[in-house]
């Protein structure tokens, strides 16, 4: 019996070595205060008992950095920036770093699990409409929620430091996360390929500079058709009325593609990334020598 717990450890240290290798990747360790970038934002959802504030703050690290910026976002908030129930009880918490222009977007779910609706995809694509842009946002939350109250949080932080974000742009990326999320869920479709699916929209938006509904109207069935999505007539008209808002809309799709090229990219960087995969390799060979030389010890 001993045998086996020591095994069992031996690979909950494998584990363990692995996760660390991924986290000491998406750090933000603090490097003091950023007197050019402002100091890290955080926000609040205002129906977390104090206990909960206690475990999103750890959840967020709050304590890594010198100083931060304390918001709160309530009920009443989603009613002034995006026009919900004032009543709404908000749960989830983001913390707001800034970064130095082209830095792009960067977005990280630190309770996936908690987070039940809205992909990191969702938040990326939803802000960039915003446009919210040159920053790393980590949500939190301590109960399962569905994610959408993190936005209205963000808004409140930009507005709080004194950045006016567009009015309609938030409103419409507002729209564009409850229509992804209701279309995922209503058709029984992957979050992941809903998200994909608004991400090649808007590249195409960028491409080929729709003048017309109709025009959107084709883009939004040619990518239909290219990732071989099935959606209903309703679902399909609803794609069109938000994208067609969008076009109405003073946005740069061509900087939005920018943006979300880069979020790709990011992916495909920790795939290329040589100093990551020689540090995962060490941690294997150095995993399978300690249990080799344990199995060893059994039979000597």
Not at 55 to 79: C, I, M, P, R, Y
Not at 190 to 212: F, H, R, W
């Amino acid at each position: 019996m001993k045998k086996l717990v020591t095994i069992l450890a031996l690979v909950m240290l494998f584990v363990s070595s692995f996760a660390g290798l991924k986290v000491s990747h998406a750090s933000t360790n603090d490097q003091g205060i950023n007197e050019k970038l402002g100091l890290p934002i955080v926000v609040y959802g205002e129906a977390l008992s104090d206990s909960q504030k206690s475990e999103v703050a750890d959840l967020l690290k709050v304590d890594q950095h010198d100083q931060v910026d304390e918001f709160t976002v309530n009920g009443q908030d989603l009613a002034n920036y995006i026009g919900g129930n004032p009543n709404s009880n908000m749960y989830s918490s983001v913390k707001i770093l800034h970064k130095e222009n082209g830095a792009g977007l960067t977005i990280d779910i630190v309770t996936p699990d908690n987070i039940t609706q809205v992909t990191k995809e969702m938040y990326s694509n939803a802000l960039l409409t915003a446009g919210v842009e040159n920053a790393e946002v980590l949500v939190a939350s301590s109960v399962k929620v569905s994610g959408h109250s993190a936005l209205t949080g963000i808004y409140k932080a930009y507005d709080a430091k004194g950045v006016k974000l567009d009015e309609e742009r938030m409103q419409v990326a507002s729209k564009e996360l409850d229509v992804a999320t209701s279309i995922a869920e209503e058709e029984g479709i992957d979050k992941d390929k809903i998200s994909e699916l608004l991400t090649e929209i808007k590249k195409a938006i960028a491409e080929q500079d729709p003048a017309t509904r109709e025009e959107v109207e084709q883009i939004v069935e040619e990518q239909l058709n290219s990732l071989n999505i099935e959606l209903s007539p309703e679902d399909r008209q609803r794609l069109t009325d938000l994208f067609e808002q969008m076009r109405n809309l003073n946005i740069d799709f061509d900087q939005v593609r920018n943006q979300l090229d880069d979020l790709t990219g990011s992916i495909q960087d920790l795939v290329n990334d040589e100093g990551f995969w020689n540090n995962l390799k060490s941690a294997v060979q150095s995993f399978f020598r300690s249990l080799s030389n344990f199995i060893s010890s059994l039979f000597n």
